[in-house]
């Protein structure tokens, strides 16, 4: 079997082709069709491993979900992960490869393009249907030579495309006419559609400007979608939650928007609880009314320790944890917790040794070999805001460079000794378990112990959804509702043929 296939590009980043990516999967799978997802070069800090121990790009696993799939590392064969502001991680087919510069990795991607074609041909071998998802703009006139992730990824599986722009930001139809003339004649004729994303008003004002769109590029407009709200994890750095304030939750949690910022997909769990106010903060004021400070993952533990401390960070946590305000860490913000991170082969920096935050008694050595794997951990006994979560289990999955040893004066978070740990008191731990949140009764019930140190009653386990899981599964089929309402699935099935 050779599957149909369909190819979502956009007039930039961040107009949306994750999100309908992910309804098309959702809307395919509901009309009994075999879907995949496919986004052949990612590049983002939010990532999954599969369980192969494969690394892979967060929004091809949310489309994955939407298909009712197990994610595979076959459906993002190729992801970059900066590690500065010149140079990445190469992950190809899950594993690490080496570290570019954009200077060398665009010398050297071209060798890759038999990997991506047999990573695609074996989805299509499986599949109905194969949705594949383009990256930035295909108009990039100075990568065109060698690409393989927009109209050269659609090429080279042969596939119809739609292009969908973003009418929020301003000028949507400047930069769909745009987009389409910068292509060469035979990408041009690839392109079916048009979609006009995030909407907001009256479509009947729209019209006049859809009607003249279309005969300018002779391409017809399938649908205008109007602007929406969804939980669903985000592909990378560029989204608004970063911007959004809280929703006035009874509880109040603050994350660091450190500058390599990773995986803060972890805290897309807190959207389900609806006493819980999530924000994220740039400098040290915005901790102050925080009930929990998060110190999430990063690609680069030693820099992001570095901008702690020079941005005032690093005293305000330790003020705060002083105070017993509850302070946790996962990935690399469990190691910036510790008392020193040690870099003896220059993974991350040429410095060698840093001093932690020094909040947690433990040590990080790191290593050259990433540990991906996916796992889980059975929490002990706990004092503080861990109270009576003790025999919960709690299952992600962990990414790191680093090995961190537990010293005399924390207790280990969990049965499994290098699980994580936590001070004393119990309102500073660390973990690096990606997923950590996602257990909705361990997270309820640590929210419902800061409730309580607050004054409040326990907020009711009625509310909200029973998993994560299911909380995710409306968000999808809520997509997959509003975008099948505005662009019907005939005309997706007419292109694809």
Same mark, same amino acid.
């Given at each position: ?156 599986? #042969? ?11 301003? !000028? ?20 079916? !559609? ?193 109270? !009576? ?45 990606? !997923? ?32 994560? #899981? ?28």
């Amino acid at each position: 079997m050779t599957a149909k296939n369909l190819m979502v590009v956009g007039t930039a980043s961040s107009v949306g082709k994750s999100l309908l990516v992910t309804a098309f999967c959702r809307i395919f799978k509901r009309h009994g069709y075999t879907v995949a997802p496919f986004k052949s070069q990612n590049m983002s800090l939010n990532s999954f491993v599969t369980p192969e121990g494969h690394e892979m790009g967060r929004a091809q696993v949310s489309q994955a979900e939407a298909a009712g799939l197990v994610p595979s590392a076959l459906m993002n064969p190729i992801l970059l992960k900066p590690t500065t502001n010149s140079k990445s991680q190469v992950i190809v087919n899950g594993k690490v490869y080496g570290n570019m510069s954009a200077t060398e990795y665009y010398a050297f991607k071209d060798n890759l393009r038999p990997q991506v074609m047999e990573a695609y041909n074996k989805l299509a071998a499986q599949y109905d249907m194969v949705v594949i998802e383009g990256a930035g703009s295909p108009a990039e006139i100075n990568l065109m030579d060698n690409d393989f992730v927009n109209m050269g990824m659609a090429a080279m599986a #042969d596939a119809p495309v739609v292009l969908a722009g973003d009418i929020d930001r301003g !000028g949507v139809f400047a930069s769909l006419y745009g987009t389409v003339k910068l292509l060469p004649p035979d990408d041009q004729a690839r392109i079916k !559609g048009l979609i006009i994303n995030k909407f907001r008003g009256d479509v009947k004002i729209l019209e006049p400007g859809l009607r003249q769109i279309e005969e300018l590029l002779n391409i017809p407009v399938l649908g205008v979608i109007p602007y929406g709200k969804f939980a669903i994890d985000e592909e990378d750095s560029l989204t608004d939650r970063f911007s959004c304030g809280g929703r006035g939750g009874a509880v109040n949690i603050t994350v660091l928007r450190l500058p390599r910022i990773s995986n803060f997909t972890d805290f897309a769990v807190f959207d389900s609880l609806p006493d819980v106010s999530l924000t994220y903060a740039d400098d040290a004021a915005g901790l102050e009314q925080a009930d929990m400070v998060i110190i999430p993952g990063s690609k680069n533990t030693i820099e992001d320790m570095e901008h702690l401390e020079r941005s005032g960070f690093s005293e305000k946590l330790k003020r705060l944890a002083a105070s017993g305000r509850v302070i946790a860490g996962i990935c690399g913000g469990f190691q910036i917790l510790g008392r020193m991170i040690h870099d003896p082969h220059g993974v991350e920096s040429p410095l060698g040794s840093i001093s932690g935050l020094g909040l947690l008694d433990v040590e990080t050595h790191f290593a050259q070999d990433k540990h991906t794997v996916q796992s889980s951990l059975k929490l002990r006994s706990l004092p503080g805001p861990l109270e !009576g979560c003790g025999g919960q289990t709690l299952s992600g999955y962990e990414i790191h460079m680093g090995e961190t040893e537990v010293g005399p004066d924390v207790t280990p978070l969990a049965e499994e000794r290098s699980a994580g740990a936590v001070n004393r008191a119990g309102n500073v731990f660390g973990s690096y378990l990606h !997923g950590f949140f996602d257990n909705l009764e361990f997270t309820r019930n640590l929210i419902n112990n800061i409730r309580r140190a607050k004054g409040l009653e326990a907020a009711e386990s009625g509310e909200g959804p029973a998993t994560y #899981d299911e909380f995710k599964e409306r968000e999808y089929d809520r997509l997959a509702d509003m975008v099948e309402e505005h662009l019907p699935l005939e005309k997706l099935l007419k292109i694809v043929g």
